[in-house]
């Protein structure tokens, strides 16, 4: 689902591009782009965006907690779904003592 979300939202945006363009310089790029705001493929993309701003209403009643627990979930695999993880990994650090006491000599 997190895909259709995306493509959703990515329609959406080159449609508020598109709208912004026609606002501010009456320049309709779909239809400069695709033969005209009659021809068939520039009428599937503004359906296609058209429908992918419906949908992205969804994204408005999703509760806010349920999309950071996903974030957070997907970028760490964790045995147990919906915990959080405080693991932290811990590497070897080096001895600096002995740096400090061979530069002390040199001087």
Do not use: H
């Not at 790029?29 to 359906?47: E, K």
């Not at 949908?55 to 408005?60: D, N």
């Amino acid at each position: 689902m997190k895909v259709l979300q995306r493509i959703a939202l990515v329609l959406a945006i080159i449609g508020a591009i598109n709208w912004g363009l026609i606002g501010f310089f009456n320049f309709d790029l779909v239809a400069t782009l695709f033969g005209g705001q009659d021809s068939v493929v520039s009428r599937i993309i503004y359906g296609l965006v058209g429908l992918s701003g419906l949908f992205c209403l969804t994204l408005l009643f999703e509760p806010w907690e349920e999309l950071k627990r996903e974030e957070t979930t997907s970028s760490v695999s964790q045995p147990n779904q919906g915990q959080m993880s405080y693991r932290t990994e811990f590497g070897e650090e080096e001895e600096l003592s002995s740096l400090k006491k061979s530069k002390e000599n040199e001087q």
